[in-house]
C-alpha cells in the first residue's frame, strides 16, 4: 500500500505562486508515472499535469501550460509542482497521484490522498 500526502496548498491573490509538494509513504510503485490532478466545488477532477518516471516527459493541461511546472524526486519518492501566475480558476483541491497511465487523457490507477486546498482569490 501507498499512502500519499499532499501539502503546500493556501489562499493567494491573483498573480501569485505556490508549490504544492505530494510525499509517499509506505512501499511506493515503482516505475510509474507521477502527476497531479484538481477538483473544483461542483466538477470532476481534471488532469492538471503529469510526469513519467524519469522526468523526461511532461504533459500539462492546457489551463495551465506555461504557469505551472511538474518536477519530481525518486529518491525522496516525491512529486511537486510549482503553479505561477495563479487565477481565481485554479481554485480548487488538488491530489497528486503516483501510478498514472500516460496518454490523452492521464488515467490513475493508483489511490488520492486528501488533497491540499488551494484558493486564489480576484
Known amino acids: 500500500q501507498v499512502q500519499l500526502v499532499e501539502s503546500g496548498g493556501g489562499l493567494v491573490q491573483a498573480g501569485g505562486s505556490l508549490r504544492l509538494s505530494c510525499a509517499a509513504s509506505?512501499?511506493?510503485?515503482?516505475?510509474?508515472?507521477g502527476g497531479w490532478f484538481r477538483q473544483a466545488p461542483g466538477k470532476e477532477r481534471e488532469f492538471v499535469a503529469g510526469?513519467?518516471?524519469?522526468?523526461?516527459?511532461?504533459d500539462y493541461a492546457d489551463s495551465v501550460k506555461g504557469r505551472f511546472t511538474i518536477s519530481r524526486d525518486n529518491a525522496k519518492n516525491t512529486v511537486n509542482l510549482e503553479m505561477n501566475s495563479l487565477k481565481p480558476e485554479d481554485t480548487a483541491v488538488y491530489y497528486c497521484?503516483?501510478?498514472?497511465?500516460?496518454?490523452?487523457?492521464?488515467?490513475?490507477?493508483?489511490?488520492w490522498g486528501q488533497g491540499t486546498q488551494v484558493t486564489v482569490s480576484s
Open positions: 497521484n503516483l501510478d498514472l497511465l500516460m496518454g490523452s487523457p492521464w488515467s490513475a490507477m493508483g489511490s
Open positions: 509506505g512501499r511506493p510503485f515503482s516505475s510509474r508515472a
Open positions: 510526469i513519467n518516471w524519469s522526468g523526461g516527459r511532461t
